[in-house]
């Protein structure tokens, strides 16, 4: 009896060695693996991690309020659509004196009669982040991206204006969504250009996962977004294009060494 | 247990291979030897030429005022930043046999040795001769392709005072040089001139500059002081002067009418807090006397 139990207390004490380093291992094993994860993930950017609250357009308003002032935007030729577009004709402050960029994140404007309570967060974020995406993509390369507001450096603003939520399992449609969006000095906060596009490229599309790139259904939600961005770049192309005495000014004062 | 160790293993092989990936691709920039001149960066940037006594000149000016040293191949223009500096320093405005990994997509080299050697010392058939031959630079003012590279290029759009883009002709040969701050630039430089009929082949020498926090302040406090005394060689969409900044130096390029006006951009240059060095290679131009007939 005494021997059975010595052994049972020997095996006992073997288990109890064993185990710790047993859950050593496990532990090790897995902050490694947290640690890898942690270290291959895209950083989040603060952008991303700061959502800012979903508004509603006020009842009978033409805009939703996004940009302060409406009155200076006029119909652009040079873009496609119908995008209204205002840039600042001041000799010191206009888009030319600046060139970096920081994209702030995209807010949502649900239509009149939509209940902006109802809008799913994890939705809206796959859409703000698909379209805050879009459009550094399409401006970048000729507006390079900065982290933090700077000298030279503007902030783009930009909202997604009309929102519903009456898509199948909640989904955000955006069908008669329009987007207005605006360029801002980031020190002042002093407007510099704006586009208001109130064009439906989103006509029959929603937003129904969390990850757009995985919806199939967002097919066209994608293209409406991508299709907005692009149509920013080409106002920005637009509004630096050369003309008349600037142009005169520029080929008269280009002198390669 | 085991299965945590398999899938262990199994995500170790997985980074293992895409480094082994990336080593492969490392291991694609061979290493060469070649013929170069050892240049400062302000110099090979703006391609002054051939390399004449000026352009030996401007390579010790520049270096000494803070410009750093690049090599520049001699069979096709293409300027390399090397890792080691001290290899080439004291060979500045001389040619040599450098052997390294280049790579010219990102102009940089990873150098292994250098032998300096004579001009003379470069074979005549070979094809690091194009650059010590000054009959193969083309005239500026005759010709009518120069003419019109220069246009399309003082009509890009997204220029600003602070890109300086310059190009210089080896026969039918364009090299594109300079510095900017946007990427769209540098690519759309070496599209317009590469579908100008006549052009054979282009060179993108062009510089994307850092955009560093302390950069970007010292071109807007280096803007700001300039156009406090010479606003008029500045405009809405443009300017004369053009102010290029890398890692705190300004360098000054552009046209200015007299001597003084260069003088007074260089006191206020100096004046920009946090700013190194100036270099200034502003030239000066009087305006064309006007015909009163």
């Known amino acids: 009896m005494q021997f059975i139990d010595m052994n049972l207390r020997r095996k006992h004490t073997v288990n109890e060695y064993r185990r710790p380093w047993k859950n050593r291992f496990e532990c090790f094993a897995s902050i490694l693996m947290i640690a890898m994860a942690v270290g291959c993930s895209k950083p989040q950017t603060t952008e991303e991690a700061a959502a800012p609250p979903v508004k509603k357009i006020p009842a009978g308003a033409q805009f939703s309020g996004f940009l302060k002032d409406y009155s200076a935007l006029k119909p652009n030729p040079a873009v496609e659509g119908e995008m209204l577009t205002y840039v600042s004709a001041d000799a010191k402050k206009n888009l030319r004196s600046y060139f970096a960029i920081v994209v702030d994140p995209i807010e949502v404007y649900v239509a009149t009669d939509a209940d902006e309570k109802q809008v799913n967060d994890d939705r809206r974020k796959a859409l703000t982040n698909y379209f805050q995406h879009a459009l550094a993509n399409a401006v970048s390369d000729a507006f390079p991206m900065v982290e933090k507001p700077g000298p030279l450096t503007l902030r783009l603003r930009a909202a997604v204006v009309g929102v519903d939520v009456g898509g199948q399992n909640g989904a955000l449609n955006i069908g008669k969504v329009g987007v207005e969006m605006e360029l801002v000095d980031s020190e002042t906060g002093e407007r510099i250009a704006a586009a208001v596009d109130r064009a439906s490229l989103g006509a029959g599309a929603e937003v129904g996962a969390v990850n757009l790139s995985r919806d199939e259904k967002a097919a066209a939600a994608r293209e409406a977004f991508d299709e907005w961005a692009s149509r920013l770049r080409a106002f920005l192309d637009s509004a630096h294009e050369l003309k008349g005495e600037d142009m005169e000014k520029a080929d008269k004062s280009y002198k390669p060494y | ?293």
Request: charged share 25%; aromatic share 6%.
């Open chain 2, 1 to 293: 247990m085991r299965k945590l160790l398999v899938f262990m293993g199994a995500l170790a092989l997985c980074c293992g291979s895409s480094v082994a990936a990336e080593d492969k691709n490392k291991k694609d920039d061979k290493i060469s030897t070649f013929y170069a001149y050892v240049d400062s960066d302000v110099c090979a940037r703006l391609m002054l030429g051939p390399i004449t006594q000026g352009r030996i000149d401007c390579s010790k000016k520049a270096y000494k005022q803070g410009s750093n040293i690049v090599i520049v191949r001699l069979d096709d223009n293409v300027v390399f930043s090397v890792n080691k500096v001290k290899l080439v320093k004291e060979y500045l405005g001389g040619i040599g046999k450098v052997t390294g990994e280049a790579k010219t997509k990102s102009g940089e080299m990873k150098l292994e040795s250098f032998m300096p050697e004579q001009l003379s010392d470069v074979p005549a058939d070979s094809p690091a001769q194009k650059l010590l031959d000054v009959r193969n630079f083309k005239a500026k003012s005759t010709d009518g392709l120069f003419e019109k590279i220069r246009h399309e290029l003082a009509m890009m759009a997204y220029i600003t005072t602070f890109d300086f883009i310059s190009f210089t002709m080896v026969g039918d040969d364009v090299i594109l040089t300079g510095w900017t701050v946007r990427d769209t630039n540098r690519d759309d430089a070496f599209h317009r001139v590469k579908r100008i009929e006549g052009v054979k082949n282009v060179v993108n020498n062009i510089e994307i500059l850092p955009l560093g926090n302390q950069d970007m302040q010292i071109r807007a406090s280096a803007r700001g002081a300039l156009e406090q005394q010479l606003g008029r060689y500045f405009w809405s969409n443009g300017s004369d002067i053009k102010i290029i900044v890398k890692n705190g130096n300004i360098i000054l390029l552009g046209v200015v009418a007299t001597k003084e006006d260069s003088d007074i951009a260089t006191i206020k240059c100096n004046s920009v807090s946090m700013a190194f060095n100036v270099i200034n290679l502003l030239r000066v131009e009087p305006p064309p006397a006007k015909n009163k007939g």
